[in-house]
Each structure stands twice: as structure tokens, then as C-alpha cells.
């Protein structure tokens, strides 16, 4: 397997191909494999419209990939005698993040059609921006490059190291986008996908009781909706957007404005002038966000993209290839 790989460090080279230097394109598998995107957006597709709910857990799993150990499907790695502790284990993503089922689906169709040429990292950017199309019919639509490699390494204790807990302030969450190569005013465009999908009441329990800048009308419908004092087997779950909780739109920034968020760290992006008037505008303008959105998502994919080096093409995103 070693030699394998050697093989494929060399005959990248030779070729100067663009997953030689981590260097991604659109339209990677136009020659490659033709059909792979549109593979994925179909089951994508499909399993959006069957539950919302597993397209928000998409784009929060290209997010929680590429923030720990880099757009490298590292977080789909199960447990094995060898990693016990794999980031899916982490407690970000554990019990939390969804969809998994998805991606091994559109992995097996892609499969199908090119075995062995599409990475599972790709497969995740593509089927995060397909769940954004859909969930904002088609108000997000992006073209993403491509020709990102599958890691090897995942460990679950990097997840807290690199993931901002819904507790952050405004300071911490700025630096940890940061680290990643992201900016305060990418921060907040991609804390814009706060408008879908669900929150575990554990999550933000703590804001619940006064003394909260909670709105307390919300604050009155979650504590009715919540365990008193949530824990892993009593954790009930609740809408992030209460308004249009199935829609990626704008709302989420009206939200933030009306303190109608759930977490500290949405509500922490009024705490500066400049991020407010981001949160303003992104509140104010139709397809504003939406576009911001999208190139946010294009910039995030690129973090710490993994080269014949130190990656591989998964024959199956859940495990290693011997
Ligand atoms: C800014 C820092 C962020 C913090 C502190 C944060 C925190 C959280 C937390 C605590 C949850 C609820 C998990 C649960 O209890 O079930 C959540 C959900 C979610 N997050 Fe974030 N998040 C952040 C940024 C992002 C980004 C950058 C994205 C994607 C671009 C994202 C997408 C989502 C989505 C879509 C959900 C709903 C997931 C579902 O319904 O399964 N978040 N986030
Ligand atoms: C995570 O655990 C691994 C081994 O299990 C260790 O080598 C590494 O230093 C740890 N990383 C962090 C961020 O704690
Ligand atoms: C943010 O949190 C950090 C760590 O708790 C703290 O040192 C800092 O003072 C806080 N910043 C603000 C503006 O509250
Ligand atoms: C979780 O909370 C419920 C009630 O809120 C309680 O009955 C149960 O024992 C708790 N479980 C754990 C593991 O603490």
C-alpha cells in the first residue's frame, strides 16, 4: 500500500496535477468523471426533500471537516481498533451531527458510475453546496472547486480544539476563524446557516434564565420545549429559526437583530459596530447573504486541502484504504 501511494505521489508529480500541490479547480472531474456532481446533487437532492433536517446536517459537516484537520472527510471516519476515537466521536459532532447516510450514498452512486476517482472530501463540498440550492431554492448556487484529497487522521480531541462551542464570544469566535485563514466578516456569512436546522437544548440551556439578552418571549417558547437541566439522555431539540426553520434565507440575521437566536455566539455578533452593520446589512438587502454566502463556502473549502503527500482517494468514506 506504501508503494501505492508512493506511485501516486510520483505520477502526480510527473503529470503536475492540480491534487499534487492541494490546488483545487472547478470542473476537477469533467474529464475524470463526468457525471460525479451531478450524481451527488441528485441524491442530495432526494434526501432533502424526503427531511430538511439532513441538509442542514450537511453544511454543518463541511464546516466541522474543514475546520479539524482540513476539507479532508476526516469527520466521516468510524471507530476501529486502530482509532477508537475518530472526530465523529468528538462532542461537537457526537450525538449531534447528521447525514452521514447521505454521503455514503451519493458515494456508492459515484462509485457506480467511476470507481476510485472521486474523494470523499469533494463528495461532502458538493453535497453541502447542492443542500444550500435546495434548502434556498436556489438562491445559493455556486460553482466549487474541486480536487480535494481524503485524510488519514482523525482524532477526536482535535474537534474541541478547533470547533468555537456555541458559548464563544465574539473575540474567541473571530480567532477561531482566523486560525482557519477566515475572516470576522466570513464569520459572520457563514454563521448565516444558523437560519436552518435544530439545536439540542444542552446547547444553550444557559441562556435560558435570567440573566439572559435572550428575547424572552423565546426564551419563555424554548424553556417549554426544554428539559429543566438537559443532559445526554434528556436533551430534547428545537428549531435555530423559528420563522422559516426549513429555509436558508436571511431571516437568521433578523433574528440576531431581534435577539431571537439560540447561542451566545449568534447573538455575540452585535458585541462590535462592525460586525452589527454586517448583521444589518445581511438583514437589510435581498440575495445579499445568499451571495456572500456562497463564496464564504467556496473559501472555507479550500482550508488546509491535503496533497498525494498526505491523502488518498477513499474507496469508502467511512474507512481508511488498507
Ligand atoms: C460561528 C461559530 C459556530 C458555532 C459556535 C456553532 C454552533 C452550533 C451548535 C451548538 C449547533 C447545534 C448542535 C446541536 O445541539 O444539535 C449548531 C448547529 C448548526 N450549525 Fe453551527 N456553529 C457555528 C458556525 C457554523 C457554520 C460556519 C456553519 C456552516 C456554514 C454552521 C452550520 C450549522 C447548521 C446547519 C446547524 C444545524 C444542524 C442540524 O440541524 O443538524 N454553523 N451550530
Ligand atoms: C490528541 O491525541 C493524540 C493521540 O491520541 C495526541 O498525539 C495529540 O497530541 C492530541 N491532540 C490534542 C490537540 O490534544
Ligand atoms: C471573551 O472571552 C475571553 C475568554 O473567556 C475573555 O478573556 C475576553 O475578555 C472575552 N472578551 C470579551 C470582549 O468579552
Ligand atoms: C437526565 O435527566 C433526567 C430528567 O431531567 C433524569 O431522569 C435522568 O436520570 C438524567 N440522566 C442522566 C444520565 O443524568
Redesign the pocket.
Known amino acids: 500500500m506504501a508503494a501505492a501511494r508512493v506511485a501516486m505521489w510520483v505520477a502526480c508529480v510527473l503529470a503536475m496535477a492540480a491534487a499534487c500541490q492541494g490546488r483545487l479547480r472547478v470542473g476537477y472531474y469533467k474529464r475524470k468523471c463526468a457525471p460525479a456532481e451531478y450524481v451527488v446533487r441528485a441524491v442530495v437532492g432526494n434526501a432533502v426533500r424526503q427531511n430538511p433536517?439532513v441538509g442542514?446536517?450537511i453544511?454543518?459537516m463541511?464546516?466541522h471537516d474543514c475546520f479539524v484537520q482540513g476539507c479532508d472527510a476526516s469527520v466521516l471516519l468510524d471507530p476501529t481498533a486502530a482509532n477508537p476515537q475518530p472526530e465523529k466521536l468528538g462532542p461537537?459532532n457526537f450525538p449531534?451531527?447528521?447525514?452521514f447516510e447521505v454521503i455514503d450514498a451519493a458515494k456508492a452512486a459515484v462509485e457506480k458510475a467511476c470507481p476510485g476517482v472521486v474523494s470523499c472530501a469533494d463528495i461532502i463540498a458538493f453535497a453541502a453546496r447542492d443542500a444550500s440550492f435546495f434548502l434556498s431554492g436556489g438562491g445559493i448556487s455556486y460553482r466549487i472547486p474541486a480536487g480535494r484529497l481524503d485524510g488519514r487522521v482523525s482524532l477526536a480531541n482535535e474537534t474541541l480544539a478547533f470547533?468555537?462551542?456555541?458559548v464563544?464570544n465574539l473575540t474567541q469566535?473571530v480567532a477561531?476563524?482566523q486560525a482557519k485563514g477566515l475572516d470576522a466578516d466570513d464569520?459572520v456569512t457563514?454563521?448565516g446557516?444558523?437560519t436552518?436546522?435544530?439545536?439540542?437544548c444542552?446547547?444553550?440551556a444557559d441562556r435560558l434564565s435570567p440573566p439572559s439578552d435572550m428575547d424572552p418571549g423565546l426564551a419563555a417558547a424554548l424553556r417549554s420545549k426544554c428539559p429543566a437541566s438537559p443532559n445526554f439522555t434528556d436533551d430534547a431539540?428545537v428549531a435555530?429559526d423559528a420563522v422559516t426553520p426549513d429555509r436558508m434565507d436571511r431571516q437568521y440575521y433578523r433574528n440576531v437583530l431581534d435577539r431571537k437566536v439560540?447561542?451566545d455566539?449568534d447573538a455575540a455578533l452585535l458585541a462590535s459596530r462592525q460586525t452589527a452593520a454586517m448583521v444589518a446589512r445581511n438583514a437589510a438587502a435581498r440575495g445579499r447573504w445568499e451571495r456572500r454566502f456562497a463564496r464564504a463556502?467556496v473559501k472555507?473549502g479550500g482550508i488546509e486541502v491535503k496533497t498525494a503527500a498526505n491523502g488518498e482517494i477513499r474507496r469508502m468514506c467511512r474507512v481508511v484504504n488498507e
Do not use: D, E
Open positions: 433536517g442542514a446536517g453544511v454543518r463541511f464546516f461537537p449531534s451531527l447528521r447525514g470547533l468555537p462551542p456555541p464563544f469566535l477561531s476563524f464569520m457563514l454563521s446557516a444558523h436552518i436546522g435544530r439545536s439540542h444542552s446547547s444553550f431539540t435555530q439560540l447561542f455566539s463556502m472555507m
